[in-house]
């Protein structure tokens, strides 16, 4: 069973982004901030710009999963 992501991430925290495509597959990121439980500003490993991402966002929360 998937943890809800919106529930357990921290500042600090690590996740995993993973839909299976090549080069979305075990991406990891270091979450920045939490915003309210709206979203939450995340830093991906391979990016050099931090991504806001909103809980509410299907295409992307469906394939978010907390690691650390």
């Known amino acids: 069973m998937k943890v809800n992501v919106a529930q357990v991430v921290a500042a600090g ?26 979203g939450m500003r995340v830093q991906f490993d391979d990016r050099a710009d931090a991504t806001y991402i909103p809980f509410s966002d299907a295409r992307w929360m469906n394939f978010i999963f907390v690691v650390g």
């Not at 982004?17 to 309210?36: F, I, N, S």
């Open 13 to 38: 925290s690590r996740i995993v982004y993973d839909d299976g495509r090549p080069g979305h597959k075990g991406v990891e990121a270091t979450v920045l901030e939490v915003t309210k439980g709206h």
